[in-house]
Each structure stands twice: as structure tokens, then as C-alpha cells.
């Protein structure tokens, strides 16, 4: 980078940073600590709420996906919408009433301690690997750009974040927040417009937007009902409906966000808002990805993203093999290219017989490339068996670093940085709520004073800061992260969000039997992920709907054998 983008990334840094420690100054328990004392307006919480969300896995890893695969990822939200209004209608209003500091205190009042405690620990056992790879998404951008390994940029970024939400707690989150998604908003914008002013002066946004689409990329919605495909129109309404409905509802990272809310209704309206920008944001984001994948339909693409591996092989006795590789690489980009030029006069002259005859040229030519791409990747594994061989997180990157004005790319990098923080800070707060409500507090020392029971979800948020950064170091071996994370809390989020189903709607069902249901039901959802039975959006829709199930049936069991009721432990 230039002395002008290190500058604009780190003023932005420090810019963020500051305000939001200097927002969230004077907290003296935890109350102010871990809820900001209830009074944030709804657009804090609108924004916060997005920024939790969207990691710098999003800005990283969606571009590449949308490059690679093209626009059906965006179904994934399509559930988001409906999600909102659902929690909207019913569960804010309950966890504002009962005054809780996180979700899971509910479950002991509905039903008891064990529930309560297996469900935190759920939580943070989800939450607590997750947030390890968002804090190791940003590391790969310092790693690629100063050439040095990726667990000194990982320490780095962990270092700054616990900083700042040790000392503020979820004020300095949510002030942070706030500017980091205005900031966000600018340079994805800017990001835009700058890849359409790349792009060849006859080819604009639309033409760009078509070819993308003959090739493949503008799949965005798939009306097939398939269970082992991951992303289409049914999977997101339902399976991902099922899943932002665990995620906003019952993962503390999010609930903490809207319990900061000084009314219901403050609280309702940031949610809502979530839901009407949530969707059109992803689109943009995914667009991005694209335009880029139509910039290199005309300038030739690396023929691998990230650097440091290429390098690697560069250097090694391989050198001949690699030759040969990229000079076929070559070979078949220059026929994409004439055909790419077919494709454009085509659309012009609107025809369609030409139009289909080259989407079959180029279909071939792009199983030509992923033959090259899997001859390099072998040979990369030949010379270093560790080597990662996936390099769909730095597509984006790769372009902004070599394609983008100075300054702008300054910004573009600040806002990876902006949105790991921002997520990251949000789970270490929301680990730590957990961590001293639901354990500490509960079951170690229930009559501390406001001063200790600060200072412990200080020492908390530092602790699970360290485990998350610890996490991330091993990150890089789980190829597409937007994907892996999300794969991760499918694993877990469905019976979650069956035992508040059953909490909520199901007053017949109690503890013992919700208990029992919920780990037969995550035994089976792991099952289910391990022998691949399934895409894992459903894992979300057979987690829910499998507690709910066994727990009634249980319950039915019970009452048959006479067994006594039982009171929850309050």
C-alpha cells in the first residue's frame, strides 16, 4: 500500500477506536457495562444489529463467492424479513418485560437451571469458535499486503479489539458500530462505481451485469426444491428463516444488541429496520463480486489470488511445472477473451443463437481453467503439504490492492478492519454477559457487588478475546469462511431456537423434557452434518423442529408415568 492508503486506514482506526472509548466512559456496573444502561435509540440499534452481523468475512468472502459461484448466496437472507417481524411481535417484548441481561435467564424462569445452563452453554461454545474466524478474516488482508505470516496480523487485530471492549463494554460496541456501518456504506458504494469506471469504455454496469450473467454468475434465485443444494429460494425462506430467527433470538451477540434499546418499541424498530437493508446491502456486496468477475473477463486474472502461496511455489524446485501451467493458463484466457468479445457484439445485435454458442465455448473454457487451477493447486500440495489451497477469501483483496486508486484502497482495507471489529466486539461482549449472568453469577457468587461483578466481566471479556484469537490461528484451513461460519451456528442455532420455541409457545412442555430433547436433537443435527445428509441451511429447520417434537412427545411420556410437575428454580 502506499503512504497515502496507510494513512487513510489508520487515521479511520484510530478515529473509530477513540470514539467509541470515549462515548462509553464512566460505566460503574454491569448494567451499564453489558446493556448501555437501556438507552440507545432504534437506529443505534439498527445499525448495531448489522454490524454484528456483518463481519469482515462478509466484505472478504462474499465478493469471491459471488466471483466464483455467482449471486445464489444471496438467498441465504432472503429468511431475514420474515425472521425480524416474528422476534419483533414476540420475543423482545418478552425479554423486555422480565428485564433479563441475556436470553438464556428466561429458560430457568420457564423451565430451570439445567435447560438455562445447557442452552449458554450452546452458545458459547458456538460462538466462541466463530468469533475466532472473524478475528482471523481482516489478519489474512495485513498478512497478504506486509508479507509476513498471518499469526502476527492475527494477534495484532485481537489486541485492538479486546482494548477497546474490555474498557467500554457494549457502549463503546454500539458507538463504534454506528459510525463503522456509515463508513461501510461509502466505500462499498465507492467500490462500485470504481470497477464499472474500470471495466472497458463500451462495456457499462448493465452490459457488465449480462455477461456476467451469460457466464454463469447472475444465478441469484433457484426455484428448485433440493435439500442437498445450499442455496436456493425454498432453503432461504425456510431454512434460513429458521436461522436468522436463532440467531436474532436467541444468540446473545444479537440479543444484547437490541436489549440496549431504551423502549420496545425503540427495540422493534431497529430490528425492522435490519430486515428492510439487510437484503439489499448483501445484494450490493455480492454485485461487487461480479463486476469484478467481468473486469477479468477482459484483463486476465491470477491465476492465484493469494500471493503468499503463489510465491511459495515460485521459489520451489517446481518452477518448470508452474511455467507450463501458466502458460496454458494464458492460452485459455486469450479464447475466453474472443469469446467474451462474440458475447458482447451478440448482445448488441440481440443474438441469440451466437449468444448460446458462446456460454457453451465458455462453459468449456472454464473447466479448462479449473483443470489448470487443480494441476497448480497439486503441485502447491506436492512442495508443501500445509500450503492453503483455497484462495476465494482473497479475490477481493487481490483487486482492490492492484486495481484501486490510492486512498480508496486505504478505505476499502479500513472497512474489513471496521467490520471485524465491529462483529468481534459484539461476541466478546456477548460471551462475556453470558459467561457472568448465566454461570458466574448464578451458580459461582450471586451476591457480589456491582464493583466485582464489573470487574469479572472485564476479566471475562479478556479471557474469551485470548480463546477467540487462539481459534483464529487455526482458521485458514477452513476454506470459504462466510460459508464455514455460517455452517457453524447451523450446527447449533436450530435446537436452540427449538427449546425457546418450546419455551414460548408450548407452556405444556417442561423443563426436563425440553433438556432431553435438546441433546438427542444436537446429536442428531451433528449426525446429520457429518454423513453430509443434507445442505446445511435444513440443519437449522431439523434442529427447531426436532426439540419441539421430542419434547412433546417426552413430556406426553411423563405425564402417562405419573411423573411429578416441576417448578423452575428462580
Known amino acids: 500500500m502506499s503512504l497515502i492508503d496507510w494513512i487513510v486506514l489508520c487515521c479511520t482506526l484510530i478515529i ?57 448466496f444471496a438467498q441465504f437472507y432472503f429468511g431475514v424479513p420474515l425472521a425480524m417481524i416474528v422476534l419483533s411481535i414476540t420475543f423482545v417484548p418478552i425479554f423486555h418485560r422480565m ?79 454506528l459510525l463503522q456501518m456509515g463508513i461501510i456504506f461509502i466505500g462499498l ?16 454496469l448493465v452490459k457488465a451485469l449480462h455477461i456476467a450473467g451469460k457466464s454463469g454468475r447472475a444465478n441469484a434465485i433457484d426455484f428448485s426444491f433440493d435439500w442437498n443444494n445450499q442455496y436456493t429460494l425454498w432453503s432461504g425462506l425456510i431454512g434460513g428463516f429458521f436461522l436468522q430467527l436463532s440467531y436474532f433470538g436467541t444468540d446473545q451477540s444479537q440479543v444484547g444488541r437490541y436489549l440496549t434499546g431504551s423502549s420496545i418499541r425503540d427495540s422493534r424498530l431497529g430490528l425492522l429496520m435490519n430486515g428492510l437493508v439487510k437484503v439489499p446491502l448483501q445484494f450490493l456486496i455480492l454485485m461487487i463480486g461480479i463486476l469484478v468477475f467481468a473486469y477479468y473477463q477482459y484483463n486476465q486474472p491470477p491465476l492465484f489470488f493469494n500471493k503468499v502461496e503463489l510465491k511459495k511455489i515460485e521459489q520451489s524446485p517446481y518452477q518448470t511445472e508452474l511455467t507450463k501451467i501458466k502458460e496454458d493458463y494464458a492460452s485459455i484466457f486469450d479464447e475466453k477473451q474472443a469469446q467474451i468479445d462474440r458475447l458482447s457484439a451478440a448482445l448488441d445485435n440481440d443474438d441469440k443463437q451466437t449468444v448460446n454458442d458462446v456460454r457453451q465455448r465458455l462453459s468449456a473454457a472454464n473447466e479448462k481453467t479449473s483443470t489448470i487451477r487443480k494441476e497448480l493447486t497439486d503441485l502447491m500440495e506436492k512442495n508443501d503439504p ?30 474489513v478492519f471496521l467490520a471485524s471489529m465491529g462483529s468481534t466486539a459484539s461476541a466478546l461482549n456477548s460471551l462475556a454477559s453470558t459467561t457472568v449472568v448465566d454461570i458466574y453469577k448464578r451458580f459461582i457468587n450471586d451476591n457480589g457487588s456491582d464493583i466485582k461483578y464489573l470487574n469479572v466481566s472485564r476479566i471475562m471479556t479478556f479471557f474469551w478475546g485470548v480463546f477467540s484469537i487462539i481459534i483464529a490461528l487455526y482458521a485458514s484451513k477452513l476454506g470459504n469462511l462466510l460459508e464455514a461460519v455460517n455452517i457453524l451456528g447451523s450446527l447449533f442455532y436450530g435446537t436452540i431456537l427449538g ?36 445442505a446445511f441451511l435444513w440443519l437449522n429447520l431439523v434442529g427447531c423442529v426436532f426439540v419441539v417434537i421430542i419434547a412433546l412427545m417426552i413430556q406426553y411420556i411423563r405425564n402417562i408415568l405419573g411423573r411429578p410437575s416441576e417448578l423452575p428454580n428462580r
Open 99 to 177: 428485564r433479563v441481561f441475556t436470553a438464556y435467564e428466561y429458560l430457568e424462569k420457564r423451565f430451570d437451571v439445567k435447560t438455562r445452563a445447557f442452552t449458554a452453554f450452546l452458545f458459547l461454545l458456538q460462538r466462541g469458535l466463530s468469533t475466532g474466524i472473524t478475528i482471523y478474516a481482516p489478519s489474512v488482508i495485513l498478512s497478504s499486503i506486509l508479507q509476513v505470516n498471518a499469526t502476527y496480523t492475527t494477534l495484532l487485530i485481537g489486541c485492538i479489539v479486546i482494548f477497546y471492549t474490555v474498557y467500554g463494554g457494549t457502549k463503546a460496541v454500539s458507538y463504534t458500530q
Open 16 to 72: 473509530i477506536v477513540g470514539y467509541g472509548v470515549f462515548k462509553s466512559r464512566g460505566n460503574k456496573n454491569i448494567d451499564g457495562y453489558l446493556l448501555g444502561s437501556k438507552s440507545l435509540p432504534w437506529y443505534h440499534i439498527g445499525f448495531s444489529v448489522m454490524a454484528t452481523q456483518a463481519s469482515a468475512i462478509t466484505f472478504l468472502s462474499a465478493p469471491g463467492l459471488a466471483y466464483t459461484s455467482g449471486m445464489s
Open 386 to 415: 500445509k500450503a492453503d489451497t483455497n484462495d476465494n477469501n482473497y479475490i477481493f483483496l487481490n483487486f482492490v490492492t492492484e486495481k484501486l486508486p490510492k486512498g480508496l484502497i486505504g478505505l476499502l482495507i479500513a472497512i
Open 189 to 204: 458504494f465507492l467500490a462500485g462505481v470504481m470497477v464499472v469506471h474500470l471495466l472497458p469504455k463500451d462495456i457499462g
Open 499 to 534: 427449546i425457546f420455541v418450546v419455551a414460548f409457545y408450548l407452556k405444556y412442555v417442561q423443563g426436563t423434557a425440553t433438556f432431553v430433547a435438546a441433546i438427542l436433537t444436537e446429536a442428531l443435527v451433528i449426525l446429520c452434518w457429518k454423513f453430509d445428509l443434507m
